[in-house]
């Protein structure tokens, strides 16, 4: 099994930065990498970044390309997601994903509990 944990959400002005972590624990070695979605109110969940452990290769949607930035910390079991440059419209739920690897970047296999991040305009 694998657990994960967010933090670092909050209330920040349009155009301010928020950093994001997840802590994993568990079966950590069973994962190929890690992802962030967000589900803003009424709307679908949604895929915002994912990076691989080994190589630290990453993926973005294309809303966030140029200011969102997802990394990792092998040793520590730690992924982040630095955001810059916050929209009104990146107000959502955000959640930390873990994958077996098993059609990456696409499908995981572990959920965190997610943490709110509201931008005011």
């Known amino acids: 099994q694998v657990q994960l944990a967010e933090s670092g959400g909050g209330l920040v002005q349009a155009g301010g930065s928020l950093r994001l972590s997840c802590a994993a624990s568990?079966?950590?070695?069973?994962?190929?990498?890690m992802g962030w979605f967000r589900q803003a109110p009424g709307k679908e969940r949604a895929f915002v970044a994912a990076v691989t452990w080994s190589s630290g290769n990453t993926y973005y949607t294309d809303s966030v390309k140029g200011r969102f930035t997802i990394s990792r910390d092998i040793y520590r079991q730690m992924v982040y997601l630095q955001m810059n440059s916050l929209k009104p419209e990146d107000t959502a739920v955000y959640y930390c994903?873990?994958?077996?690897?098993?059609?990456?970047?696409?499908?995981?296999?572990?959920w965190g509990q997610g943490t709110q991040v509201t931008v005011s305009s």
């Open positions: 994903a873990a994958s077996s690897g098993t059609n990456w970047p696409n499908d995981y296999d572990y």
């Open positions: 568990g079966r950590t070695f069973s994962t190929y990498g």
